[in-house]
C-alpha cells in the first residue's frame, strides 16, 4: 500500500509523530479543555474509538454504526485517573501499529470492505486502502486539534519534536 501511508499513520513529512503528539503528559494535564471544545483526552479516547471501529471492519467484524456522535466520545468530561489516561495513550499506540500491519499489506489493500452501515455519510463498497486512507486523514484533523491544546496549555512542541509555527 505504499510506504507513504506507513509514514503518515505515525506521522512524517507533513505530519509531526503521533505519538509524540500525545506523550509526555500526565493524566491532570490530558484532561485539560483549556478554553478549547475537547482535551487531549476526550480526543484521543475518540480517535480511539473509530480506529476500533475501522479496525473491527477490516477483521471481518460487523459493528453497529454509532447512533449518535457521542458515542465516540467519553461518558464524563472530568479528567481521567493516571491508569485511565495510560490505558487510553497505550490503545492509542496499538491501533496505530495495527494500522501500520495492515498498510503493509499489500495483498489486501483493495480487498472490499463491508457495509456496516446505510447511513448516506458513511462510506460504502470501499476497500481496506480507502478505510485506512480514511482513518488516517480522521486522525489527521484530531492531531491537530491535540497540538491547539498543546499549545493553549504552553506545552507544544511534545518532546519527540514538532513544529512551532
Not at 24 to 43: C, I, K
Not at 132 to 155: C, E, K, S
Amino acid at each position: 500500500m505504499g510506504d507513504v501511508l506507513v509514514e503518515l499513520i505515525r506521522g512524517k513529512g507533513a505530519f509531526t509523530d503521533a505519538l509524540a503528539c500525545v506523550s509526555g503528559l500526565g493524566a491532570d494535564t490530558a484532561g485539560l479543555r483549556a478554553g478549547a471544545p475537547y482535551s487531549v483526552h476526550e480526543l484521543v479516547f475518540h480517535m480511539n474509538y473509530w480506529m476500533d471501529y475501522e479496525l473491527g471492519r477490516l477483521a471481518g467484524e460487523r459493528p453497529a454504526y454509532p447512533e449518535h456522535a457521542a458515542e465516540g466520545w467519553p461518558r464524563s468530561a472530568e479528567p481521567p485517573s493516571e491508569a485511565e489516561w495510560r490505558a487510553v495513550e497505550a490503545r492509542f499506540g496499538a491501533l496505530l501499529q495495527r494500522m501500520i500491519e495492515l498498510a503493509r499489506d499489500e495483498a489486501g489493500a483493495e480487498r472490499n470492505v463491508p457495509i456496516t452501515s446505510s447511513a448516506a455519510h458513511v462510506n460504502q463498497g470501499v476497500t481496506q486502502r480507502d478505510v485506512l486512507w480514511q482513518t488516517l486523514v480522521h486522525n489527521a484533523y484530531h492531531l491537530g486539534q491535540v497540538a491547539t491544546v498543546r499549545r493553549m496549555l504552553g506545552i507544544w512542541p511534545p518532546a519527540g519534536g514538532g513544529d512551532t509555527w
